[in-house]
């Protein structure tokens, strides 16, 4: 295994961050900085053209949080040296004072915040991967990419276009305020293979993803699902869209992950509580699934894409047991939420960048395992669908409704897969309908990094989302 | 900073070319709790993207090798010295057919002229703020939260091929949440209003629009899984569902053979016996966050027919796709305008139908062309009464839909899209609720 590394220019500029955040203290009682130098590459290569370039997410940066004596202002930028710390502080004031001044000359209220009220840590992350992403060069990322969309296109005639793309990202971060020093640097990878096939009019795709806290090591992983892929895309061609109802249904590691995530997860990400948007802050401690369910969210929960040592406000990384045998347990939250609603933050205040705010958002979240077989699963079904995979889903905090987008399903009728497949599903419903009606949960959980999650339709951060396969009663259209 | 990138790329003789885009953003964010402020935020940012280009020759064929990276203000000459070595060696494994880079003829055509991008942010902030508060006055139903962004980007872009444009546009942001008690359980709907000028009105209009609508969201009845009844669209899933012929326009999409649209060709294959789309591409649309007179090659945009009663007249081509597919280069443009249809929605609705007039999702997939997602509002009509429902969903595939497709004759823009209000659509399943 070999370590990764700090970012050097981050290390360089922390003696003059923390200068800066000095100076701002003679004013502000209470000063954060998150300094961000996060590199990535994006490899992409398809049957008549390739790609390279820095990873979308690539960022460098700044972000200062102060106390404004009410509550608290912020302030995002790219360029920093020590000669500019009265610039900054002087754009710092415009955001904190003048702005605020201006918005209250037209008698707007704001709302009261405590100061951030800080124990000393200092601590360090720094993780190891496999294959340091620099250890293998370009050309050869490429080439093996490459040979991956020639394989794949040979394999059918039915495909119109095979991808292969790779990503990989090398977080460095730093956090600095009253009493805080946080630094941590980590890699994650992500991968896909997409076929694109057509008959007739009909044109289907699907893809297989990869991910992990993982260096080039995940290109290994690769090659093996390419007939996966192809064979998906077959059934999707054959699919026929399904006869509307409510029916049992089986979802796989990823379905369940998205209904973990959708359906569950965003309704207890307490910002929301704060607003009052979330049904899910009149039912804690009360059964909000079958005794069967169990759920969980957190940096430290699993090791994937979303684990980290701090998040974006400083917060050390947590594993919150969400429900546990169907019961309502706990929230996640920001630093604010937390310090609203007067409970422990959990470490959930992630950006989408330094140049956006901090939310409540979700990192790994899963469904806990059980004893049940999927054979078993299958079985006991006498007319419904194992579905698989997602293409997108939707969530609602406040009225708890379920939307999402099933990739396809596979017909059970007595207890055998008939061979039949239905596509696209779209699964609606109330969610605690859907938890309470799980009666089977398989025993290995997948987890699954490869999406971006957006709160509403902006603010998009890395999360994972997986689980076992779940059996339970869902509407289906 | 791009003195310094141009000084660098100059020495450096193992390159055919490059473009840098120069973009810097200023921001200012209001988050609010009702009407209370809950946070403020500055934004000031500025970035590079550099793409080097790297030509070579196999077999007596041209290929044009690239590789895109970030320059950040922070950087000092070795470094990015560095990048632009580790970004040539790179480009020099991306083997794509040879395209052209923009000329230094490019001239601007028109300019956006919004009065937020030439405004001081600070002063018109209240402006904003009792704007979007001015229709918020019931205790019953109103805005639970609000998030304003106003940001200004300063865009130039500079080539090899002596190419140096530049222009300042504005965009604006408004995400709003309304709430209504007034039913036996609370509810919600949620609205993003893209804009780049100093609208008030509009602003107000979407304020009060969403806040009745959620009010109406309040007692709303389910309905049973049918078939054959017809859905009207409305809102932001017009969009969505038109947003397929964008696809399908795309030079990329052609050339990928994701789409197979061709010039002179119809759009559909199968006959249509409803309205056809007529589809222009617009570069400066007033209000709309999209509005450029320049694409990211730094090419010169302006108003092209994309499509006329449902025939190809152009692909929306940037330089690089235009020249793979032999066709007029437009430039990449976001927005869109689709000709209005022949008959009042009024017309549209005399039969029975379901109208969607809130998604919580909805979701075109273009490759297939499946579109639906979940009605969180919606208007059912059986032909003499009429129902507000929640909760059942819609699911439809436009090889299908758009044989016997309506539009509406009245309009209605959504940020970079101005066309029909309403679509009226057959063949689609309704699970009910």
Redesign the interface.
């Known amino acids: 295994m070999s370590k990764v590394e700090l970012s050097p ?1 981050l290390s360089l500029i922390k003696e003059d961050l923390v200068l800066l955040k000095n100076r701002l203290q003679e004013k502000y009682s209470y000063v954060s900085i998150l300094a961000v130098d996060s590199r990535g590459k994006k490899y992409s290569c ?9 990873s979308p997410f ?1 960022e ?2 700044f972000v200062i949080r102060v106390y404004n004596g009410k ?11 020590k000669n500019l710390i009265s610039n900054i502080i002087s ?1 710092i004031d ?2 904190a004072e ?3 001044n ?2 209250k ?2 008698g ?4 009261n915040y405590p100061v951030i009220n800080e124990e000393k840590i200092e601590k360090e992350f720094i993780d190891e991967v496999k294959i340091l992403p620099e250890e293998i ?3 050869t990322k ?2 093996r990419l490459q040979k991956l969309v020639k394989s794949g296109m040979k394999r059918s005639d039915i495909l ?2 095979f991808r292969a793309i790779y990503e990989e990202y090398h977080l460095s971060k730093i956090f600095i305020s009253n009493n805080k020093n946080l630094s941590q640097s980590y890699i994650w990878s992500n991968a896909y293979l997409l076929g ?1 096939g057509r008959k007739g ?5 699907s893809f297989e993803p990869f991910s992990g806290l993982k260096g080039a090591e995940l290109l290994d992983e690769m090659e093996s699902k390419i007939d996966k892929v192809i064979e998906t895309v077959k059934l999707l061609l054959s699919a026929e ?1 399904p006869e ?2 409510e029916y049992e249904i089986i979802c796989n590691p990823a379905l369940s992950g998205l209904i973990a995530h959708e359906a569950f997860g965003h309704g207890v990400e307490m910002d929301m509580y ?4 979330a049904k899910a802050a009149e039912y804690m401690n009360k059964a909000v699934a079958s005794e069967k369910v169990g759920m969980h969210d957190g940096a430290t929960a699993a090791r994937e894409v979303s684990s980290y040592l701090f998040d974006d406000e400083g917060t050390i990384g947590t594993d919150t047991m969400i429900i546990e045998n169907g019961i309502l347990k706990k929230g996640m939250n920001d630093i ?1 939420s937390a310090m609203k609603l007067n409970v422990e933050p959990t470490g959930n205040g992630k950006r989408e960048s330094f ?1 956006r ?1 901090a939310y409540t958002r979700m990192t790994n979240t899963f469904f806990s395992g059980g004893k049940d077989k999927l054979d078993d699963m299958i079985k006991s079904i006498k007319k419904g669908y194992l579905l698989e995979d997602y ?4 969530e ?1 905090p ?2 708890w ?1 379920i ?1 999402g ?1 099933a990739s396809h399903g596979r017909e059970i009728i007595d207890g055998k897969l008939t061979g039949k497949i239905i596509a ?1 599903v ?1 699964i ?1 419903g109330y969610v605690p309908d859907l938890l309470k009606s799980i009666s089977m949960v398989s025993e290995e959980i997948e987890l699954s990094g490869t999406g971006y999650c957006g709160k ?3 603010e998009f951060v890395k999360t994972s989302t997986g689980g076992p396969y779940i059996k339970a009663i869902g ?3 | 900073m791009i003195d310094i990138l141009k000084k660098l790329l100059s020495e450096n003789s193992n390159l055919s070319g490059w473009k840098i885009i120069e973009k810097s953003i200023e921001s200012k964010e209001l988050f609010f709790i009702k009407q209370e402020l809950d946070m403020n935020r500055t934004k000031t940012v500025t970035k590079y993207h550099l793409t080097i280009y790297k030509d070579f020759e196999e077999d007596g064929e041209k290929y044009r090798g690239s590789a895109n990276t970030l320059i950040s203000p922070t950087m000092d000459e070795a470094e990015i010295e560095k990048k632009i070595e580790d970004s040539a060696f790179a480009a020099s494994f991306v083997k794509n057919k040879w395209y052209p880079i923009a000329d230094s003829k490019s001239k601007k055509i028109s300019e956006p002229t919004s009065n937020l991008a030439k405004s001081d942010f600070t002063q018109v902030l209240p402006n904003f703020i009792k704007a979007i508060f001015e229709n918020d006055i019931d205790e019953k139903s109103f805005l639970n939260s609000s998030e304003l962004f106003l940001e200004k980007h300063s865009v130039r872009i500079v080539n090899s091929n002596s190419l140096d444009v530049s222009y300042i546009k504005s965009k604006g942001l408004l995400e709003l949440v309304a709430q209504s008690n007034l039913g036996s359980e609370e509810v919600e709907l949620f609205r993003i209003v893209e804009f780049s000028d100093t609208d008030y009105e509009y602003i107000k209009q979407e304020v009060k629009e969403l806040i009745d609508q959620t009010r109406d969201r309040s007692i709303t009845e389910s309905i049973p899984t049918q078939k054959e009844l017809p859905i009207i669209l409305s809102g932001e899933s017009v969009k969505g569902f038109l947003e397929y012929y964008i696809t399908h326009s795309n030079a990329k999409n052609v050339y990928d053979g994701i789409s197979r649209a061709k010039i002179d060709k119809p759009i559909h294959e199968d006959e249509i016996v409803g309205d056809k789309i007529s589809l222009t591409i617009i570069p400066n649309l007033y209000n709309s966050s999209e509005s450029a007179p320049f694409d990211s090659d730094g090419y010169t945009l302006k108003d092209t027919v994309i499509l006329d009663e449902g025939i190809v007249k152009n692909y929306i081509a940037p330089l690089r796709y235009g020249t793979y597919l032999d066709c007029d280069i437009t430039g990449s443009v976001s927005n869109f305008e689709v000709k209005a249809g022949y008959k009042p929605v009024s017309e549209l609705k005399k039969e029975p139908y379901l109208e969607a007039i809130a998604f919580s999702d909805f979701q075109m997939e273009p490759m297939s062309g499946d579109f639906g997602g979940e009605i969180r509002l919606g208007i059912w009509f059986d032909g003499k009464n009429y129902k507000k429902v929640s909760g059942c969903s819609i699911t439809g595939n436009i090889h299908k839909s758009a044989l016997d497709m309506r539009l509406s004759k009245e309009t209605k823009q959504i940020n970079n899209y101005k066309g029909p209000s309403y679509i009226k659509l057959k063949n689609i399943n309704i699970a009910g609720s």
């Open positions: 220019y398809q049957r008549n053209s390739t790609d390279f370039s820095d690539a460098k940066g509550g608290y202002s912020e302030h995002s930028f790219n360029y920093f040296n754009e415009i955001c003048k702005d605020l201006r918005i000359d037209e707007i209220n704001t709302i060069d370009t050309g490429l080439k119109v276009d694109i009019n009909n044109t289907q795709y869209p509307p109802g704060v607003k009052n948007r604010l140049e705010k293409s997108s889903g939707m609602d406040k009225n409704g939307q987008v696209p779209i609606t509403g339709h902006k509407r289906i259209g």
